[in-house]
């Protein structure tokens, strides 16, 4: 039942709950209705009542005139009263007929019962002449047969018909006081008109006229205000006020005192007897009228309620459908809202909420939606890196609230975590003494360090993708580009080097190492690499390479000198004697110290490379003593003097001895010398001058007129390996290293070389050392 | 052998210049040293010469572009030019030069008088 119950559709529910007090509301509606018809119809019957009361008023009416007429005619026999008889007889008959067309069955024998069948008969006695006093006698009996028919039914305590009752009680009396009051009257005008038996009738009337005494009293109790109002004024003002005062009269004193003029007395006590009649008349009207509006309103009322009924029916038929739509509506949106909430949309809209349950579920539903955003937009700022936004739980229930601010405090924890992991990866990177770069898995590059971004002299962002790569030398792309492309195809790591602008836009060699890079995971996500700017070792690379080529270059000439030489020799002394002749002693001569001379040269280019090689090593060692310098310097001239045209002249402008090397400083000297000639091809003259610059110095300057030196490479040419550029000077030979070795025997003596010179016009070369050595 | 044929040498090393005028001075050729590249021109306008050996390092302007100069020149584009040289690349520069033949130092005697030979006989 319960099962089948809550399966019904709402409306079929509805309509379930609403037929109880509907059956009950028709029940009842009919019920009234049925009511109020019964009332109709005991109304309808009261009138009809009233009605035939009506009619056996106007009939008794009818037959009190008639008598009246009759019992004047039998008196007197006059043709005024036969005329007024003819004219009341048809009268009478048409009220008898009215009762007998009522065909109520109650009143079947009445003709019988009020001897009215013998209506016709005591007509024609009248006719025919007989006495007044059957007349009176038939239709008083008639009368008062036809009052007794004339019931007044109770109606208990109706009280739309108690006001009827009184009146229509109060008319019956004065009807019944009508009847009386005429015998009283016709036995006076019997009396007034023959003057005889005053006694007599005085003794029969006093029974007749105790009825009417009570009658009276019983009008003056039941009658209506308003009626005893209207009672009082015929009975004080109109002849009923004569009459009434003279039968009393005459009952008090129970004596014909006066007596009235007959007919005097007829008409007076007729008009009396009339005012009577048309109160009751009145009576009977007022009654005959109020019942019908009673009846008219009871029928309104009853026909009032049917519209009533069918208009609340229709009414609450209405309202249940309206409501019944209304909520079933109402349902639909939050069932719409529900499936929306469901789906996890958030925002949803309820507006007109009511106040009962629905209207609760509605707010409940919105609530949901609000918390439902509320976390969303939590969880969004949450995802968002916004950990700072307000957002509480809303209570130990929430598990949902609960396990966001769980999220939240993990994700801050983590995030923070890898903040500072980065930020330690960013330190690391950019505190470290190289180049560091990143790719992701697409070549592209994500990364640079402080020292790159120092080097380029560019922005972080120029640098990320392939920005980087307008730094790099033309030249030297597409070799590092295949390098790289094949590295990366096999994630390999790989070196190369290449020439990368630098923020003066000066080329700079720079040497890169890469290697893939994988997350924890194993995922390969790019490559890492390094680079060093490693120009100054590749130029140095460069200028050894050049040195060694020149090296062998000029140890190759003295050797070629020597095997030609030697080969020519052997050549002759093979030779047939006449051919032998034809090499004079003189051509021997100049190819033997020839062979010296280049052995000699040999000899110094390999003590040369063997210096170079000692003071790369650090084993240059110095034999120190104290000498004469001026003695030096004299004897390394005349020694070198003797190998070269030019003419060397010394000037002595100090004399000093200093503590060191004779043979290293010597040497220094030697190569000095050797550079003014070497240098000097088309001058002749070189000067060497000894000084003191200060007074604990001693300096030895070498001046020649030769090709000079530019000022750009003065101070390069004490560098090992360096010679200076062009091609008019390629020629010149030697190892270029003289200089060097000078430079670094003097340094060693804490001493100092230094060149003046004028591109073209000659070059000084001057050496200090300390007096006295160390 | 009516009339010596005529060699130019040039060397900016004057020893080695020395040298290979003595060798071809006793194999019976007439022959001319020059240590700077300037004074060639001078050289072959008042002498025949029928094999120039140069160095391909000379002081002044240097033996290749000598050599492309000389091969350029129809006066002088007939003249077998034999390059020697102690630079480790020398050989490829020299025969790129238009040079016709090339040695390099330290060079065998034999080696080179044959060579010569057969540059001067073929070019007669």
């Known amino acids: 039942m319960d099962n089948f119950f809550t399966r019904l559709s709402l409306p079929a529910k509805l309509l379930l709950l609403i037929l109880v007090p509907i059956a009950l509301i028709i029940y009842l509606s009919v019920g009234i209705y049925i009511e109020k018809s019964k009332k109709v119809e005991l109304l309808k019957g009261y009138i009809d009542r009233i009605n035939v009361s009506g009619d056996f008023s106007d009939l008794i009416n009818a037959l009190q005139i008639e008598r009246r007429h009759s019992f004047a005619y039998g008196l007197k026999k006059d043709i005024d009263s036969r005329a007024q008889l003819e004219a009341q007889r048809p009268v009478t008959d048409q009220a008898v007929k009215r009762i007998e067309q009522r065909k109520d069955s109650t009143l079947k024998n009445f003709l019988d019962y009020t001897f009215l069948k013998d209506l016709k008969n005591i007509r024609k006695k009248i006719d025919s002449g007989a006495s007044q006093d059957v007349a009176m006698q038939y239709y008083t009996t008639t009368i008062f047969r036809l009052n007794t028919l004339n019931t007044i039914v109770p109606v208990g305590n109706n009280r739309y018909l108690k006001p009827v009752f009184n009146d229509l009680t109060a008319q019956k009396i004065l009807s019944e006081m009508a009847t009386y009051l005429g015998i009283i009257r016709a036995n006076f005008y019997n009396v007034f008109f023959t003057k005889q038996n005053m006694a007599g009738t005085l003794y029969g009337l006093a029974g007749v006229n105790d009825i009417f005494k009570s009658y009276e009293e019983e009008f003056l109790a039941k009658a209506s205000p308003p009626t005893l109002e209207e009672y009082e004024r015929i009975r004080n003002t109109t002849s009923l006020k004569p009459t009434l005062d003279y039968i009393s009269r005459v009952f008090q004193k129970f004596s014909f005192d006066s007596l009235y003029d007959a007919e005097e007395w007829w008409k007076t006590s007729g008009e009396g007897t009339d005012q009577l009649k048309g109160l009751q008349q009145d009576l009977m009207r007022h009654v005959k009228a109020t019942m019908n509006e009673v009846y008219n309103a009871e029928v309104a009322s009853r026909d009032m309620t049917l519209i009533l009924l069918v208009g609340a029916l229709v009414f609450v038929f209405a309202i249940m459908a309206y409501t019944t739509h209304v909520i079933s509506k109402m349902l639909r949106r939050l069932n719409d809202a529900a499936d929306k909430i469901a789906e996890g949309a958030v925002g949803v809209e309820l507006k007109n909420v009511s106040t009962d349950v629905i209207g609760r579920l509605a707010k409940s539903i919105l609530k949901i939606d609000s918390n439902n955003k509320q976390l969303t937009e939590a969880a969004d700022a949450i995802g968002k890196g916004n950990f700072d936004i307000p957002f509480q739980a809303r209570g130990n229930d929430d598990v949902l609230g609960i396990a966001i601010l769980k999220m939240k405090d993990n994700l801050r924890r983590f995030t923070l975590e890898i903040e500072k992991s980065k930020e330690q990866f960013r330190q690391v990177a950019d505190n470290a003494p190289a180049m560091i770069w990143m790719t992701d898995e697409n070549k592209l590059c994500n990364f640079v360090n402080k020292e790159w971004l120092k080097f380029t002299g560019r922005k972080r962002e120029d640098e990320m993708g392939y920005g980087w790569i307008e730094g790099m030398h033309p030249e030297d792309y597409s070799h590092c580009a295949e390098i790289f492309d094949d590295a990366f195809a096999e994630r390999k790591v790989y070196s190369l080097e290449y020439r990368f602008k630098r923020e003066d836009e000066a080329y700079r060699w720079l040497s890169e190492t890469g290697a893939p890079r994988y997350s924890t995971e194993g995922k390969f996500e790019g490559y890492i690499g390094t680079c060093i700017d490693i120009h100054e070792m590749k130029v140095h690379e460069q200028r050894k390479d050049e040195f060694i080529k020149m090296a062998s270059h000029e140890l190759k000439t003295p050797v070629t000198s020597i095997k030609g030489h030697v080969q020519l020799l052997l050549t002759v002394y093979g030779d047939h004697l006449q051919n032998r002749q034809q090499f004079p002693p003189e051509a021997m001569e100049i190819s033997l110290s020839t062979i010296d001379k280049q052995i000699v040269k040999l000899n110094r280019l390999m003590s040369e490379l063997l210096d170079l090689s000692r003071i790369d090593t650090g084993k240059l060692e110095l034999s120190m003593q104290n000498f004469n310098l001026n003695h030096l310097v004299a004897e390394t001239v005349e020694d070198v003097q003797q190998t070269t045209k030019h003419h060397i002249q010394i000037q002595n402008n100090a004399d000093c001895r200093v503590f060191g090397d004779k043979d290293r400083i010597a040497q220094a000297m030697l190569n000095i010398l050797t550079n003014a000639i070497k240098y000097s091809p088309r001058m002749n003259s070189i000067e060497v001058t000894i000084f003191q610059p200060a007074e604990n110095v001693v300096s030895v300057s070498v001046t020649d007129y030769g090709i000079g030196i530019e000022k750009k490479d003065q101070e390069k040419i004490f560098e090992r390996f360096y010679r200076v550029e062009g091609k008019s000077e390629q020629t010149y030979p030697g190892f270029g290293i003289g200089l060097f070795i000078a430079s670094e025997i003097i340094q060693r003596h804490n001493g100092a070389i230094k060149v003046e010179s004028k591109k073209g016009e000659g070059s000084t070369f001057t050496l200090t050392l300390p007096v006295n050595g160390f | ?124």
């Open chain 2, 1 to 124: 052998m009516n009339k010596k044929q005529n060699i130019l040498v040039l060397d900016d090393d004057p020893d080695i210049g020395t040298m290979i005028k003595m060798m071809l001075e006793y194999k019976g050729y007439s022959v001319t040293v020059s240590d700077r590249a300037e004074k060639v021109g001078e050289i072959l306008h008042d002498n025949r010469v029928d094999l120039i050996i140069m160095d391909m390092l000379l002081s002044g302007t240097n033996g290749t572009d000598l050599c492309v100069e000389l091969k350029q020149n129809k006066s002088t584009s007939h003249i077998p030019i034999m390059m020697i040289s102690a630079h480790p690349n020398a050989r490829e520069i020299c025969l790129d030069a238009g040079a016709d033949e090339f040695i390099s130092k330290p060079f065998d005697m034999q080696d080179i008088l044959s060579r010569i030979g057969k540059l001067v006989n073929a070019n007669n």
